[in-house]
């Protein structure tokens, strides 16, 4: 996803969120320049609001080098990872967790209490078994999901927070920091960018987003919220500033059997592909805590997801759930009333509901 004025760059309509509305740069008036990466399996993006595109690369691309500091630790694609290492040696004795990884741990685990269980790091052995990491999607024999699902439970974990141990109660378990460790990563490009006097910027990283300051020439960064149907790039979208967003749907990874879509995201209640909603969007203080509660609301489906966020004052959401006749329905939370506009294309494809 890349923040681009005016047109929708071609990966867009891969990731979760666009971004839109900078003024074109003339002379040395502040306009939003793009530096672009590629990390943690995605594309990342760092914009900032500057006079001096030179001047600002050491800084941008000092942001950049922060989520190839946070893969190195926490990506499950590599054998190299401190993720790797704990899935090799976290039992049967307690090992040692570097602190930024013991952190979203942390962070997990409440999240896991906080949801009775619809957010678990230890769904790996089924995110594994489809195919959604290391292998090609695909649906499993029945049989096969059973014995998977036996191994998850982060009930299956003896972590200590002060001591920064983890240790695994069985051989079989194993975690997966995919469903949180984005928003990590972009929080700490955002502390990079902020630690060097930067304050108008975005991050992006497909769809895990902090929105710092604003654009020139606006009160607030536009960021759209995508179809998740794909009949158009963007139905919504929400100003924001100093704010973190995530937006979390099916949409991102699925495989299609038997006239039927599976999508990525599990509840590892179940042990089966979650249902009930299109997709979540997460708006609250920090990236971190955006992508913490975007895929346990995806889970929980419409109604316990509403009552949870209505129940939180730190975030607030737009929820989109499937309807009939073509039109679906969108859930936006009244905090966020001022800051959401559908789009004029979309009007005849959502039904929106202010709860």
């Keep these: ?13 891969l990731a979760g969120l666009l971004a839109w509305g900078a003024s074109p740069p003339t002379g040395a008036a502040l306009r939003s320049v793009t530096f672009p990466g590629r990390t943690m399996g995605t594309y990342v993006n760092v914009t900032l609001v500057t ?24 990506s499950n694609w590599t054998t190299t990872s401190e993720v790797a290492r704990l899935n090799r040696d976290a039992y049967p004795r307690a090992t040692r967790v570097q602190p930024e990884v013991a952190r ?25 078994l489809w195919g959604f990491l290391g292998g090609k999607p695909h649906v499993p024999p029945a ?18 927070s002060t001591a920064r141990t983890l240790r695994f109660k069985a051989d079989s378990v194993r975690i997966d920091l995919g469903g949180i460790a984005k928003g990590y990563a972009v929080d700490v490009a955002a502390d990079s960018l902020r630690a060097h006097g930067v304050t108008n910027a975005l991050v992006d990283l497909t769809g895990n987003m902090f929105a710092l300051g604003a654009p020139a020439g606006r009160a607030a960064w536009g960021i759209g919220i995508r179809d998740p149907r794909d009949r158009m790039a963007y139905f919504a979208h929400l100003e924001i500033s100093n704010r973190g967003i995530s937006t979390s749907g099916a949409y991102e990874q699925f495989v299609a059997a ?6 990525h995201i599990f509840d590892p209640r179940t042990g089966r592909p979650a249902e009930g909603l299109l997709s979540v969007t997460v708006v609250g203080r920090n990236a971190f ?29 737009v929820l989109v759930q499937p309807g009939t006749a073509g039109v679906d329905t ?26």
């Design 1 to 13: 996803m890349r923040y681009r004025p005016r047109r929708v760059p071609s990966f867009a309509l």
């Design 51 to 74: 006079r001096d595109s030179a001047a600002s690369a050491p800084v941008a691309h000092r942001a950049l080098a922060c989520f190839t500091r946070i893969d190195s630790l926490m």
């Design 104 to 128: 979203v741990i942390q962070q997990s685990i409440a999240a896991w209490r906080a949801t009775d269980g619809a957010f678990d790091i230890t769904v790996e052995p089924l995110v594994r």
């Design 143 to 160: 049989d096969a999901i059973a014995a998977a699902f036996r191994h998850v439970g982060t009930q299956r974990l003896d972590f200590d």
């Design 258 to 263: 038997d006239g039927k879509i599976y999508g």
């Design 289 to 317: 805590e955006c992508d913490t509660w975007d895929t346990p609301l995806f889970v929980l489906g419409p109604r316990k997801a509403m009552q949870l966020a209505g129940a939180r004052g730190d975030f607030a959401v």
């Design 330 to 355: 969108v859930w936006v939370e009244k905090t966020l009333e001022g800051n959401f506009q559908l789009e004029p294309a979309a009007t005849s494809l959502f039904h929106v509901v202010y709860f």
